[in-house]
Every structure is written in structure tokens, then in C-alpha cells.
T-cell receptor, first 114, second 114 residues
Framework: GENVEQHPSTLSVQEGDSAVIKCTYSDSASNYFPWYKQELGKGPQLIIDIRSNVGEKKDQRIAVTLNKTAKHFSLHITETQPEDSAVYFCAARGRGAGSYQLTFGKGTKLSVIP | EPEVTQTPSHQVTQMGQEVILRCVPISNHLYFYWYRQILGQKVEFLVSFYNNEISEKSEIFDDQFSVERPDGSNFTLKIRSTKLEDSAMYFC????????????FGPGTRLTVT
């Protein structure tokens, strides 16, 4: 089955700096890669996603890049703010068409220091 | 903005007891999922459900687990005889249609088995 690795497990940045979180996946048939933000005591919140026919997607301060050849994708947060502090999970939709389950990475705890 | 809701937020039960976790998916969504997250670990897929039947299930989803959509709004996860290792956060998620990739998660139910 699909396996998703995520790095780093923790990340501390100064407010205003950029943060980058990286994930790799194993199943070349995976075609959908969402990123979720989880705040303490809450469920994962979908913040951005990318499909395999696109190399990059941006939404305000958040961007995601996908390299299908290398099977890795990354989340970029620019101009970080204290409210960006949370655990971020990457995920991949494995086994292509007909499979809707998401396989998650282990998460990255992002701390933005004011 | 529509959201997935889950009840209860915290359930404490004794080993061997049955528990039912409840979810109300977003109203126009047709696909429903259960995931779990053991403390400090990654979010893991349990089961997906569409058109009143299970679409996919993981190895975790054994005979002790069942899902049901008892009416037009609720989606439930039943654990027949709970074990200590069932202690986890259980998340319900829903997505709109078959070709819709986005899955929206509820806030979760923390299950504690003593």
C-alpha cells in the first residue's frame, strides 16, 4: 500500500520567516495530495491540495509543489504568523482511481515564534 | 460554512463494552469515512462508505467494527467489544461526490478504553 513520509517532525520559525514541510510517497499511481492543519483539540482542516496533473498551486501565503518523478511534494508557508502554529499533515490518495482513502504522514509540529 | 459534526467529544468506556460514535456529515455529501489517530501517531484510514455499503476498509477495520447510516443524516461507527488499544481519536470525514477529492473532517471523538 501507499506509504507517506513527512519531514521534519518539528519546525520552529521566527514570525515573518518561511516554513517548508516535505513529504514523499511510494505509490506512483497516487493522484491527489492534500495538506491538513490540525490545531489542538480539533480535527484536521484541509488547507490546500494539489492533483497530479499540476506542478504547483498557491493560495495567498500557502503554496504546494509536486514532483511526480521524484514522488515528493512540499508545503510552503510564507510570512508566517503565530496563528500558523499547529500540526500539519500531508496525505496522498493511494491506488489511483477507485480508491478514496487518504494515507497520512506523521505530521509536522510548526511553532511560529513571535 | 457547513461542517462535519461528531458526538460525543469524549467517550470513556470499559474494556469489552460496546461503543457507538456518531457523525453528521455535510448535508450534500455522499461519501463518508472514519479515520483514527492514536495519540502521537499518524491519522489512519479505517473505512469508507457510499450508497449504504462499505467501499473500502483497512486491516484495522476487523469484525469488531461496523458502520451504519441509520437515517438520512447520521453516520455511525460501532466497536462491539472495545480493547485498550482502541483508545484513540476517531475522526469522521465526508466528501461530496465520487470524483470529489476533498475530504472534510469533523472535530473527532476521543475514545478512552479503561
Amino acid at each position: 500500500g501507499e506509504n507517506v513520509e513527512q519531514h521534519p517532525s518539528t519546525l520552529s520559525v521566527q514570525e515573518g520567516d518561511s516554513a517548508v514541510i516535505k513529504c514523499t510517497y511510494s505509490d506512483s499511481a497516487s493522484n491527489y495530495f492534500p495538506w491538513y492543519k490540525q490545531e489542538l483539540g480539533k480535527g484536521p482542516q484541509l488547507i490546500i491540495d494539489i492533483r497530479s496533473n499540476v506542478g504547483e498551486k498557491k493560495d495567498q501565503r500557502i503554496a504546494v509543489t509536486l514532483n511526480k518523478t521524484a514522488k515528493h511534494f512540499s508545503l510552503h508557508i510564507t510570512e508566517t504568523q503565530p496563528e500558523d502554529s499547529a500540526v500539519y499533515f500531508c496525505a496522498a490518495r493511494g491506488r489511483g482511481a477507485g480508491s478514496y482513502q487518504l494515507t497520512f504522514g506523521k505530521g509536522t509540529k510548526l511553532s511560529v515564534i513571535p | 460554512e457547513p461542517e462535519v459534526t461528531q458526538t460525543p467529544s469524549h467517550q470513556v468506556t470499559q474494556m469489552g463494552q460496546e461503543v457507538i460514535l456518531r457523525c453528521v456529515p455535510i448535508s450534500n455529501h455522499l461519501y463518508f469515512y472514519w479515520y483514527r489517530q492514536i495519540l502521537g501517531q499518524k491519522v489512519e484510514f479505517l473505512v469508507s462508505f457510499y450508497n449504504n455499503e462499505i467501499s473500502e476498509k483497512s486491516e484495522i477495520f476487523d469484525d469488531q467494527f461496523s458502520v451504519e447510516r441509520p437515517d438520512g443524516s447520521n453516520f455511525t461507527l460501532k466497536i462491539r467489544s472495545t480493547k485498550l488499544e482502541d483508545s484513540a481519536m476517531y475522526f469522521c470525514a465526508s466528501s461530496e461526490v465520487q470524483l470529489s477529492y476533498e475530504q472534510y473532517f469533523g472535530p473527532g471523538t476521543r475514545l478512552t478504553v479503561t
